[in-house]
């Protein structure tokens, strides 16, 4: 079993008519179509800054579900969504089995939940229907955004992954000029591009998408910066609503935007990647390891394994050999205190 797969098992165990109802109404879908209880808490707002994308707990036993309400964004949407996946997942044993074979089971757990919780916001057949009949297009993230309960960025996920070649669909703050979210599609045989826009990616002074007039659309041949100044060409479709602009990314020109195409030959990523836990975050990291312990450095921190490990130590006062803090008494080791 795969991660597709075992999302689709977790569904399976919902009614088709509760799946329906949560598309158009997730708080009743909950409370009327399974029984369960639902309670709004503010207080758990105060979590928020932890990175974590879910804002809710729930005590499956008790068949309680508590959520920190988003009155002005449809984020509490994504929280009931996740928390009714914890709830789809307790009902299947088979899926426990499964992910108690996994390496990191509670991570998976929650990678899972995430899985369940965009599908059921914004199933496949919404989004099929958002895309039918042409190239994937910037407005559709908005059409989606519009016509569900779905977040822009839920929508930005849906829409990438029907992008038919190596490219990504982008959100972007106008007034700060930077990237809020990112969702990338790399490409099926070469990976990774080395340049693609990211979360926190200013946009570079100049760019034709700081250019697009309040409720305009953009479609023609740009390129992309990463941070560091490395600059790689793409074609792009964008639209702004308000203060948000929405573009999608795509390496071969799928609008048909130019007649006559002389593209460069992308470089892709040939690093690997590996997914760490460090400074209270699980990231995917891409880059080569520490020569010395294997293992990849932490982008906040530039620390590897043997660097946290190093600082967790400390030196003897009487042989000068290095220990963890917690096998010495005021600074002495078991060995020199005899």
């Given at each position: 079993?795969?991660?597709?797969?075992?999302?689709?098992?977790?569904?399976?165990?919902?009614?088709?008519?509760?799946?329906?109802?949560?598309?158009?109404?997730?708080?009743?879908?909950i409370r009327d179509g399974l029984g369960l209880t639902v309670k709004p808490v503010?207080?758990?707002?105060?979590?928020?800054?932890?990175?974590?994308?879910?804002?809710?707990?729930?005590?499956?036993?008790?068949?309680?579900?508590?959520?920190?309400?988003?009155?002005?964004?449809?984020?509490?949407?994504?929280?009931?969504?996740?928390?009714?996946?914890?709830?789809?997942?307790?009902?299947?044993?088979?899926?426990?089995?499964?992910?108690?074979?996994?390496?990191?089971?509670?991570?998976?757990?929650?990678?899972?939940?995430?899985?369940?919780?965009?599908?059921?916001?914004?199933?496949?057949?919404?989004?099929?229907?958002?895309?039918?009949?042409?190239?994937?297009?910037?407005?559709?993230?908005?059409?989606?955004?519009?016509?569900?309960?779905?977040?822009?960025?839920?929508?930005?996920?849906?829409?990438?992954?029907?992008?038919?070649?190596?490219?990504?669909?982008?959100?972007?703050?106008?007034?700060?000029?930077?990237?809020?979210?990112?969702?990338?599609?790399?490409?099926?045989?070469?990976g990774w591009p080395t340049v693609f826009p990211w979360p926190g990616h200013n946009?570079?002074?100049?760019?034709?998408?700081?250019?697009?007039?309040?409720?305009?659309?953009?479609?023609?041949?740009?390129?992309?910066?990463?941070?560091?100044?490395?600059?790689?060409?793409?074609?792009?479709?964008?639209?702004?609503?308000?203060?948000?602009?929405?573009?999608?990314?795509?390496?071969?020109?799928?609008?048909?935007?130019?007649?006559?195409?002389?593209?460069?030959?992308?470089?892709?990523?040939?690093?690997?990647?590996?997914?760490?836990?460090?400074?209270?975050?699980?990231?995917?990291?891409?880059?080569?390891?520490?020569?010395?312990?294997?293992?990849?450095?932490?982008?906040?921190?530039?620390?590897?394994?043997c660097d946290r490990r190093a600082e967790r130590e400390q030196t003897c006062s009487?042989?000068?050999?290095?220990?963890?803090?917690?096998?010495?008494?005021?600074?002495?080791?078991?060995?020199?205190?005899?």
């Amino acid at each position: 079993m795969d991660l597709e797969s075992a999302t689709a098992l977790a569904l399976s165990g919902l009614n088709q008519s509760v799946r329906d109802q949560f598309v158009a109404a997730p708080l009743t879908a909950i409370r009327d179509g399974l029984g369960l209880t639902v309670k709004p808490v503010d207080h758990l707002a105060d979590r928020r800054n932890d990175g974590g994308a879910c804002d809710g707990v729930s005590f499956l036993q008790d068949a309680v579900i508590l959520y920190a309400p988003t009155h002005s964004s449809k984020r509490e949407n994504f929280t009931l969504a996740h928390e009714l996946a914890h709830w789809l997942v307790e009902q299947c044993d088979e899926l426990y089995d499964w992910l108690a074979d996994q390496d990191e089971p509670q991570r998976m757990l929650e990678t899972l939940c995430d899985r369940i919780a965009q599908q059921l916001l914004l199933p496949d057949s919404l989004i099929e229907t958002a895309t039918a009949g042409g190239p994937v297009r910037a407005e559709q993230v908005l059409h989606l955004h519009t016509v569900t309960n779905a977040s822009r960025p839920v929508c930005a996920i849906g829409i990438a992954r029907r992008l038919p070649c190596c490219g990504a669909v982008v959100i972007i703050d106008h007034q700060r000029s930077e990237v809020v979210y990112a969702s990338v599609k790399p490409d099926v045989e070469q990976g990774w591009p080395t340049v693609f826009p990211w979360p926190g990616h200013n946009v570079p002074a100049g760019h034709p998408f700081l250019g697009v007039a309040p409720g305009g659309t953009c479609t023609r041949r740009t390129y992309w910066e990463a941070p560091w100044g490395t600059r790689q060409d793409y074609y792009a479709d964008a639209i702004r609503d308000g203060r948000w602009i929405v573009a999608v990314l795509a390496d071969v020109d799928i609008w048909g935007s130019e007649q006559l195409h002389i593209d460069e030959q992308r470089e892709f990523d040939q690093r690997p990647s590996t997914e760490i836990t460090c400074c209270g975050t699980t990231v995917v990291v891409r880059g080569y390891p520490c020569g010395a312990c294997g293992q990849p450095f932490c982008p906040r921190c530039q620390r590897c394994s043997c660097d946290r490990r190093a600082e967790r130590e400390q030196t003897c006062s009487t042989c000068y050999l290095r220990f963890q803090r917690h096998l010495l008494v005021d600074g002495v080791c078991q060995e020199c205190r005899g």
